[in-house]
């Protein structure tokens, strides 16, 4: 909201003195925060003086164009009192009129430098101006030609054309919409700097009563339009210029100034606050009628569109149809022009919810509409129609028709109590009863108190108090926010992060060392996504929880797993050059329960145990996973060879070292589900329980996501490795006895899992055994077809001797004789 300084103090006084950075100061610390402070002619300089055209000689060119070669009266501001010799290309004055003019020395906006110079034959020494060469406006067909008595020749035309005005910009929220008006900054003022007095409300004047004789008006939802003033004037001349003094506050407000009529009820809505609507009454056919809209019911608005209208929609109408849409804006039949003699006032109070759904369905942004939807004092429809009137008659010749039309009354003001005591306890400063009362008085407030109970009755201009807090917030913004202690809250004992916490972290340690790096993505899927990873129509990865306002409509669901989002990141770092990625992720999934949906909880009461846990049987999982992605090198190459490509072991291996650093030990078996190879597929198990996945991605993933052929990706549920952690981990026992090694290579079918044989072997082995690692797997013609041969490095230790030959060979074979005779398993030759 942009407010003239001048306009403000033209309803309050300040003291002496006060400075606009004072003033603004004071209410920004209220809650009328300055966005900034203009001035029309900070960027002129030098002499700029009200001039009056002695002479004019007109002289054509051969380009065709004819110009004025003048003489012009400054008085002493040049120097010498003689007249100024000027070129002046435009044409609509003439000998007499005061003009503005600028002498050489002086600079305008732009950084354009006046001097005198020669010109179509003659030594042109300064310049008569044009709105547009002041930034007044965007006029530039003529020069500005003041009316008489502005001004005497020589005078400086700042303060003439309002160029000395400074306009002061206001941050408005939303709450406080009678903050856009200069009633609302004026009131602020009064209020808010000390010392401010004798606040002039411009809403406050005698109207006339209402009677039968005004235009007929009829209301068909009073909920919708609580209020409806009409008033009509005729005899108006549609080219009665705006007086200079509203065009200058408009302009200098933000807004155009277009006629005398359009100019009138925005300087009243600037003025007041209160939007109004003036109607070519000659153009209205019957009476008028407020209604709803019927469902596909079309309206032409100013705008020029053509807009078809919702059942929701408010509109003005008269026996023709629609001619307005009520407090958003007016419809192009009716609207005032250049043969406009009648104008017919709409002052109306509109629901704010129905213009801020209206202004938003028809994708309209006015003045009005933005005050209308924020609230606006219903009681004075009739002072701000009269003030209209007022000024239509005074400057536009026009004369008032008898009648006034007024249907409906304002609403009952809500009436709020709390406790006298609550703005102290609230801001912790010591605010007696009788400030609290006095600071709610100052903002209009009926006040009454009943012990330590205060009642209060907001004023109708501020339909956001409706709350004992918003109470508190008038009485501690007038007290001053500035004086508010600053007070830190003692500081509970550390408890430390929580067992989950510190695993977590020791999980995000583990895979950034082995060379991992974590992403955060969006937890949304849609269902082109679970295409993509090939899941199977009746995957239970599927099931997923739709959201009823999701960010996207591609993605409008919480997901079931991190792949999906992990690809997609890691395809666009291999897009955009990065050879080889390795990428992780820790976040929750949303597993949906088979639940009828969640139970609505009262509240008026605090809900019983049992509806407690009825809401959170509706809930979804939300498990924590690891997700983890890699695709080009796992070894980079150099000088030094060959580089390793990443393999599916690299994915298991991964989620292996998370296990160790919880202490505990996972085992896989071969498995097959999308989105992995089939063959390549692993299920990493925990004590006989699955955990998750890992592997070698599908080809057709690879592909789908952007990424190189053979790419690896596991996910685990962190929640039950967590759960099984160790915390503390014992340390290990060490032997300073020699260890001894066995190597045994074992024949098996190729549909025997490794892991299988390395489970027996170990069993079978006992309590000697230190560690077993399979080396070497081998096949060929002389094992057979579907036959493989497994090497595995046996290492042997005692804690309290050294190992025989008879110790190790006794453990061997029998880790041996158990692989034999769980698998099948013969010993390689």
Avoid at 223 to 245: E, L, M, N, Y
Wanted: net charge negative.
């Amino acid at each position: 909201m942009k407010a003239p300084k001048s306009w403000i103090l033209e309803y309050v006084d300040v003291p002496d003195g006060t400075t606009t950075d004072e003033l603004t100061a004071r209410l920004t610390l209220t809650g009328l925060k300055l966005e900034a402070i203009e001035s029309a002619g900070a960027d002129i300089s030098g002499p700029l003086v009200v001039g009056r055209v002695l002479t004019m000689e007109p002289e054509p060119q051969k380009n065709g164009k004819t110009i004025n070669w003048c003489t012009v009266d400054v008085g002493d501001a040049n120097g010498t009192g003689e007249p100024q010799g000027i070129v002046c290309g435009a044409h609509n004055f003439e000998p007499g009129d005061l003009v503005v003019t600028v002498l050489p020395g002086g600079v305008l906006p732009g950084g354009f430098e006046i001097s005198a110079r020669k010109t179509y034959g003659h030594v042109s020494a300064g310049m008569i101006c044009s709105a547009r060469e002041l930034n007044l406006g965007e006029d530039h067909d003529g020069i500005i030609v003041l009316p008489e008595g502005a001004g005497e020749p020589g005078q400086d035309a700042r303060g003439v054309l309002g160029l000395d005005e400074e306009v002061i910009e206001f941050e408005v929220n939303p709450d406080r919409a009678y903050a856009l008006s200069l009633r609302g900054i004026a009131r602020e003022v009064a209020v808010s700097v000390a010392g401010a007095s004798g606040f002039a409300d411009p809403a406050l004047r005698d109207t006339p009563a209402a009677d039968d004789a005004g235009y007929p008006v009829r209301v068909e939802d009073p909920s919708g339009c609580p209020v409806f003033v009409a008033r009509t004037v005729s005899g108006f001349d549609p080219s009665a210029p705006t007086p200079d003094f509203i065009a200058q506050r408009l302009t200098a407000s933000g807004m155009r100034p277009i006629s005398l009529a359009v100019d009138v009820t925005n300087y009243v809505m600037l003025e007041t606050g209160r939007p109004i609507h003036g109607y070519d009454a000659d153009k209205l056919q019957g009476p008028i009628v407020v209604r709803r809209a019927t469902d596909g019911e079309q309206l032409t608005t100013l705008d020029g569109t053509r807009r078809t209208m919702s059942v929701e929609d408010l509109v003005v109408t008269d026996d023709s149809g629609p001619i307005g849409l009520g407090g958003v804006m007016g419809g192009e039949s009716t609207e005032i022009s250049e043969t406009t003699t009648r104008v017919l006032v709409e002052s109306a109070h509109w629901d704010a919810v129905s213009m801020f759904r209206t202004g938003r369905r028809h994708k309209i942004t006015s003045e009005a509409g933005k005050r209308n939807e924020r609230g606006v004092d219903p009681t004075i429809c009739e002072a701000a129609a009269d003030r209209v009137v007022e000024l239509l008659t005074t400057y536009g010749g026009a004369t008032v028709e008898p009648g006034v039309t007024v249907v409906g009354a304002p609403p009952a003001q809500p009436r709020v109590s709390m406790a006298t005591d609550l703005p102290a306890r609230v801001s912790g400063l010591p605010i007696d009863t009788d400030t609290v009362v006095a600071h709610l008085e100052a903002v209009g407030c009926g006040v009454t108190v009943d012990g330590a109970t205060l009642t209060a009755t907001p004023p109708p201009w501020r339909p956001d108090v409706t709350d004992p807090h918003d109470l508190v917030e008038e009485v501690v913004r007038l007290v001053g926010y500035d004086t508010i202690p600053s007070v830190l809250p003692p500081a509970p004992g550390g408890r430390g992060l929580t067992r989950p916490q510190q695993l977590r972290r020791r999980i995000g340690r583990t895979l950034a060392g082995a060379g991992w790096v974590e992403v955060v993505d969006f937890p949304f899927v849609g269902e082109g996504d679970l295409d993509a990873l090939g899941l199977e129509a009746d995957d239970p990865r599927r099931t997923v929880l739709r959201l009823s306002n999701p960010l996207s409509h591609e993605a409008p669901a919480m997901t079931t797993t991190l792949l999906p989002a992990l690809l997609r990141t890691a395809g666009r770092n291999v897009g955009l050059g990065a050879g080889s990625v390795a990428l992780f992720e820790t976040a929750t999934v949303t597993l949906p329960r088979a639940t009828e949906g969640a139970p609505i909880l009262p509240v008026d009461r605090r809900p019983t145990d049992a509806e407690l846990d009825s809401l959170l049987e509706a809930l979804p999982e939300q498990p924590l996973h690891l997700g983890l992605v890699a695709a080009g090198e796992a070894d980079p190459s150099g000088w030094w060879g060959e580089g390793r490509p990443v393999e599916w072991s690299d994915a298991v291996e991964a989620v292996r070292q998370v296990a160790d650093a919880l202490g505990l030990e996972l085992t896989t078996r071969p498995a097959a589900l999308a989105p992995w190879h089939p063959g390549r597929c692993a299920e990493l198990l925990l004590g006989g329980t699955s955990v998750g996945h890992a592997g070698e991605l599908h080809p057709r993933v690879c592909t789908t996501f952007g990424l190189p052929a053979r790419s690896v990706a596991a996910e685990v549920d962190l929640d039950v490795l967590i759960e099984h952690a160790v915390h503390l981990r014992q340390a290990p026992t060490f032997s300073t006895f020699p260890a001894a090694k066995e190597d045994v290579a074992l024949v098996v079918d190729e549909s025997v899992a490794a892991a299988d044989v390395e489970a027996a072997l170990r069993e079978g082995a006992g309590e000697l055994l230190e560690s077993i690692r399979l080396f070497d797997v081998y096949r060929s013609e002389q094992l057979g077809e579907g036959r493989k041969s497994l090497a595995f490095a046996l290492r042997f230790r005692a804690p309290d001797r050294t190992l025989t030959d008879e110790d190790t060979t006794s453990a061997r074979e029998a880790a041996v004789a158990l692989a034999a005779e769980r698998t099948g398993a013969s010993q390689r030759a």
